[in-house]
Structures are given as C-alpha cells and as structure tokens.
C-alpha cells in the first residue's frame, strides 16, 4: 500500500461526532426569531410540516438515503416550510441554518481526530471534506473551522452546493479535479458504507470504513479497511511506502 498524495473525509460522524438529531429543538430555536406566526404554530407543529415533506421526497431514511443522490439544500426547503406555514423568520436562510443546526444537532471532533489532522499536515499529506449535507456551504465551513481551527483542508465540497450527493461519482470527480490528482493517489475515509466506502471506491479512491462514531447499524465488510480510532490508521500510514 503506498503512501496517498490527499486523503479526503467525510463530514458528520468521522470529522465530527454530532448528537442525536433533534428536529424540534432546532426549530424552537429558530422561531425565536419569528417576525411574523400567523397561526401561532408550535416547533412541534412545523416540524410536523417539515417531516411529511422529507417523506414525501424520501429523505433521511437510513435504509434508501444513498439512492438519492440530488441534493435537496435547505436554501429551498427551510423558506417553503415556513412561509407556507404563515411564518416569517427575521434571519438570513444561512443565519436560520446555523441557529437550527446548533441546536438541533451540536458536534465534538472525533476523538482523536485533531491530533491525525496534524500529523498529516507534518507529513505533508493534503486533506479535503466531500459531504452530504443540506446546510448553507459557508454554514458547514464555519462549524468546521470552529470544531477543527487547525485544519488544512483545501477545500470543503457539499452536497448543498454542488447538486450531487455521494455516491454519486460525479461528487468524488469532482474533488479530484479540485485537487488535480488521480483517483489512486487518494483515499477517502467515511463512515457511511454506501455512500463513502462504496462511493470513493468506485470512484477509484482506496475507502477506508470509519466506524469509531457510527450511528447506524452494519454489516462488517472484509475486503474494506476498517478502522475504529484515528491512532491506528496513523500506524498504517508509518507502514505505507
């Protein structure tokens, strides 16, 4: 196994181990800054609205999420929930991304995950983030940023900006365009198996399944590298030519 040129991450529950989701605390959040309820709607309420919609589309159902692969960005989905509620929220669509997302889903680093961002940086081993995310792009950087300050990715590719969801291949073409490197010159670590192992895979990437901060049940694969903390893969990486 050679040494790789870039590795590229994955977002939520590999960079970062977010809480359980709670899609009424978030909302309660953000409708603290309601300029206008015209029917006094609960969180309860509009989080009602906003899951008979994501059914609807098929989202966020662990079982079919990786079939979706066009993004749905909360630009589009956050004003039609509310203004079709009667709801007027006095914030930007970014400013109600960030205020829900705190609080409906806030995140620590993977632990150990700073000290192997660092240990990269030393080596000279470029990084970059693909996600699949519907959060504004600079809302993710932001939190990115804020939980990793010491990070070198060169850059930060989401679903939310780029139409395309993992695992999709056109996604993980694109970062290697970004990156101007060929597919076996890079790795790409995740945490989901469809959408990260076997979407860099056939991408061309080497995978490698990180499951430290899992949140959904699997099926263990032998043929996939499979590391559960950050310490060990740095190990590999000594090994490597």
Same mark, same amino acid.
């Given at each position: 196994?050679?040494i ?25 959040? =953000? ?12 969180? *309860?309420?509009?989080? #009602?609205?906003? %899951?008979? @919609?994501n059914?609807?589309?098929g ?8 079939l ?6 909360n ?10 509620l009667g ?5 930007s669509?970014?400013e109600?991304d ?11 680093p993977?632990k ?8 990269l ?18 809302? =993710?950087?932001e ?10 990715? *060169?850059?930060?590719? #989401?679903s939310? %900006?780029y @139409? ?14 970004k990156?101007?490197l ?6 790409y670590?995740g ?12 991408a ?5 399944w ?7 049940p699997?099926t ?12 060990k ?6 090994e490597?030519?």
């Amino acid at each position: 196994m050679k040494i790789p040129k870039m590795i590229l991450f994955d977002y939520g529950q590999t960079l970062v181990a977010e809480q359980k989701f709670d899609g009424v605390k978030g909302t309660a959040a =953000v409708l603290q800054y309601a300029a206008k309820n015209k029917y006094n709607l609960s969180a *309860e309420q509009v989080q #009602t609205k906003a %899951n008979e @919609i994501n059914r609807e589309f098929g989202r966020f159902d662990p079982k079919k999420r990786h079939l979706f692969q066009v993004e749905i960005p909360n630009t589009m989905f956050t004003p039609y929930l509310y203004e079709s509620l009667g709801i007027e929220i006095a914030l930007s669509n970014s400013e109600i991304d960030t205020v829900f997302w705190n609080a409906a889903a806030s995140g620590t680093p993977t632990k150990g995950i700073e000290d192997f961002l660092e240990y990269l940086k030393n080596k000279e081993i470029r990084t970059g983030v693909i996600s699949n995310i519907s959060y504004a792009p600079c809302v =993710v950087k932001e939190r990115i940023n804020s939980l990793l300050p010491k990070n070198a990715f *060169e850059f930060i590719i #989401t679903s939310s %900006n780029y @139409i395309f969801r993992k695992p999709n291949k056109r996604i993980f073409d694109l970062a290697l365009e970004k990156a101007e490197l060929q597919p076996e010159d890079v790795w790409y670590i995740g945490d989901q198996y469809k959408c990260d192992v076997k979407g860099s895979l056939d991408a061309g990437m080497l995978p490698i399944w990180y499951i430290g901060a899992i949140d959904l049940p699997y099926t263990e694969d032998k043929n996939i590298l499979t590391v559960t903390d950050w310490g060990k893969l740095k190990l590999l990486l000594e090994e490597c030519d």
